[in-house]
């Protein structure tokens, strides 16, 4: 009886083929044995490496410069690295378990509940640039990103933080915006004093001419500054200079052109200068002189041997009976001269309907 039960036992538990199946009992017990060994090995081995794993993972996060800092769903701190003890100034045994609202300044205090609620909903929040306060009360600028922490189910149990002290990065930044705004002031005050000069030196006729010219040039390094030193959008370029010629009671422009072109600064200069007497010279002469025509401006980017270029069409269209004039005024000569300067090229074709004139520049 006693090799009976041995056998229920075994057929029962083990699961293995009994001696009808051409094995005997003590045959099929060893194979289970066998078999439990491999599995335990197993999951000793997987057991080892997600452990190994997980030590490798927390190592890296505690070797970051960066200040990484894990929450709950209630804003309660439950992990702390050695970058936010650099950044922040409070060590683990000081934060975890309180709320991260102790970094927040009063003024931000609406920012917590926000991020939590996204967290919630299962959102990550990337790179938002905020402001933070130490242990010893001082203020920090930070960029934040916040991405949710998942249960074995998917559900939203808590958040990773990673904060990045971005300091000297805004430092940098107002200590330029605070140059541009000085050379702003001087380059308004020297175009001012030009512009003195030229009121008592020069007819009223070319006096007004050439402080609008001024006024054109000064609106291009406003945008210029206001951008980027060396560059600015196309787009802007265009539309602040042309518009002072604008009529408010009806487009007297017609724009088309990709809204992606960065021009460089010498470049926008150049246009502004190009756009301003052309302008200028329908307003008194051409389509913008009466009460009908209009102005077709067209832009592309061309691929040359040498190249992208940048190329414009400027089409008066409606404007009184033009004829090619018999000598070259300074506006002519001015955006010829200023475009072949440049390495550009240029084609102005007075047909009888209104000027048509094609330029072609580098960008």
């Given at each position: 009886?006693r ?24 045959e ?24 190994e794993?997980a ?34 100034g ?14 927040i ?60 002290d ?28 030009v ?24 609106r ?21 200079t ?55 401006l ?7 041997d ?18 090619s ?19 550009g ?19």
């Amino acid at each position: 009886m006693r090799s009976g039960s041995s056998v229920v036992a075994i057929d029962s538990e083990a699961k293995l083929a009994t001696p009808s199946e051409g094995r005997t009992v003590s045959e099929a017990a060893s194979s289970g044995a066998r078999v439990s060994a491999v599995d335990a090995h197993i999951d000793i081995s997987e057991s080892k490496r997600a452990a190994e794993d997980a030590q490798y993972l927390a190592a890296i996060i505690e070797s970051s410069d960066d200040a990484i800092i894990s929450k709950n769903l209630d804003g309660i701190i439950t992990s702390w690295n050695r970058g936010a003890r650099v950044l922040f100034g409070y060590s683990p045994e000081e934060v975890i378990g309180k709320p991260v609202s102790i970094l927040i300044p009063p003024e931000r205090a609406d920012e917590e509940p926000g991020i939590l609620a996204r967290l919630r909903r299962g959102e990550r929040i990337d790179h938002y640039e905020t402001v933070r306060r130490r242990k010893d009360g001082t203020l920090i600028d930070i960029s934040l990103t916040v991405s949710p922490i998942r249960n074995s189910e998917g559900k939203v149990v808590g958040a990773s933080k990673i904060a990045r002290d971005i300091s000297e990065r805004k430092r940098a930044q107002e200590e330029q915006r605070l140059i541009v705004n000085e050379i702003k002031h001087r380059m308004r005050n020297t175009l001012a004093t030009v512009q003195a000069i030229a009121t008592r030196t020069l007819h009223v006729s070319e006096r007004d001419v050439f402080i609008a010219r001024l006024t054109a040039l000064g609106r291009a390094h406003d945008l210029l500054t206001a951008e980027n030193w060396n560059r600015a959008p196309l787009a802007d370029v265009i539309g602040r200079t042309l518009g002072p010629f604008q009529d408010k009671t009806h487009a007297r422009f017609e724009l088309q052109g990709p809204g992606n072109v960065w021009v460089s600064a010498s470049t926008a200069s150049l246009l502004t200068m190009v756009l301003h007497e052309l302008a200028t010279n329908a307003a008194k002469y051409g389509a913008l002189s009466n009460q009908t025509g209009r102005v077709n401006l067209v832009w592309e980017v061309v691929k040359r041997d040498q190249g992208n270029r940048l190329r414009l069409r400027w089409t008066e269209i409606g404007g009184p009976t033009v004829n090619s004039p018999t000598r070259t005024g300074f506006g002519s000569f001015l955006v010829e001269r200023v475009l072949k300067a440049e390495g550009g090229e240029v084609k102005l074709e007075y047909q009888s309907d209104g000027l048509i004139g094609t330029f072609e520049v580098a960008y």
